[in-house]
């Protein structure tokens, strides 16, 4: 059965329902997504038909799917979803690595695809990069060509033709934090990790990486990945453009 709560007063929270047949997986999954600002779970659900019916009466924004479900296969509760009138988004989280779940998936309209194992941070950029995006949409103003290729692209590239409009920034991060983090960026000779950046600008590492992130979705840093003798590679921002710029929750720029 799935576990469901009462969301009522989430505010603008990010409702994301967990889907997983693995109950310790779902609860490590749990636990990541309400790690990350702005989301919220409203429930857990082990089966596909328990997700359709959890979507139905939790009405998430976003949710992770699993792929290797007891009943069905993931990416089969999707057209499930849009039949029964649901626009929730989809982002798989499963171990399936073959390349027929990848295409199924791309062709049902997902917003990522994760391959497990992963770990915290590799979810936290996917979410980030997702509430990103999706204020974009939410946000959008269509005047041209350009800008449904924006929407398409999934990133605020600037338009020359068009002048620059400021863009309201995700809950949680600050416009002074935003032009502090942006000037960094801009004056830095090359490029800079996420732990370079916080030591120049005094934020925590986490932070940094966060609003390098978003530097990197809205289409003014490029990133590079640096690989070591060991471990994970290192991502590294580099200031490519102004994009468009950023107002805090309250209007100001």
Do not use: N
């Not at 997983?20 to 989301?39: L, P």
């Not at 998430?60 to 039949?83: C, E, K, N």
């Not at 390349?99 to 049902?108: K, L, P, Q, S």
């Not at 994009?243 to 720029?253: K, L, N």
């Amino acid at each position: 059965m799935w576990d469901g709560e009462d969301v009522s007063g989430a505010g603008e929270a990010i409702g994301v329902l967990v889907v997983d047949d693995d109950f310790r997986v779902a609860r490590v999954h749990r636990a990541y997504v309400e790690r990350v600002d702005s989301f919220r779970v409203v429930g857990v659900a082990g089966s596909g038909e328990q997700a359709l019916s959890a979507v139905d009466e939790l009405r998430p924004d976003l949710v992770l799917l699993d792929l290797y479900l007891p009943d069905v296969f993931g990416l089969d509760v999707i057209p499930r979803l849009r039949t029964a009138g649901h626009d929730c988004d989809v982002m798989v989280v499963s171990a399936a690595r073959e390349a027929d779940a990848v295409r199924g998936a791309v062709r049902r309209g997902v917003v990522d695809y994760l391959l497990k194992p992963f770990d915290f941070e590799d979810l936290r950029g996917r979410l980030e990069r997702y509430a990103v995006q999706r204020g974009m949409l939410r946000d959008t103003v269509v005047r041209g060509q350009a800008d449904v290729d924006r929407v398409l692209a999934g990133a605020a590239m600037p338009v020359p033709s068009v002048p620059s409009v400021p863009r309201r920034l995700p809950k949680g991060m600050s416009a002074e934090t935003a032009g502090l983090v942006e000037r960094t960026l801009r004056e830095a000779e090359g490029s800079l990790s996420a732990s370079e950046c916080a030591r120049l600008t005094g934020v925590s590492r986490v932070s940094a990486r966060r609003y390098l992130e978003y530097f990197h979705t809205v289409g003014s840093a490029e990133v590079s990945l640096r690989y070591g003798a060991t471990g994970r590679p290192e991502r590294r921002y580099r200031f490519v453009g102004a994009g468009r710029g950023v107002v805090s929750g309250d209007g100001r720029a």
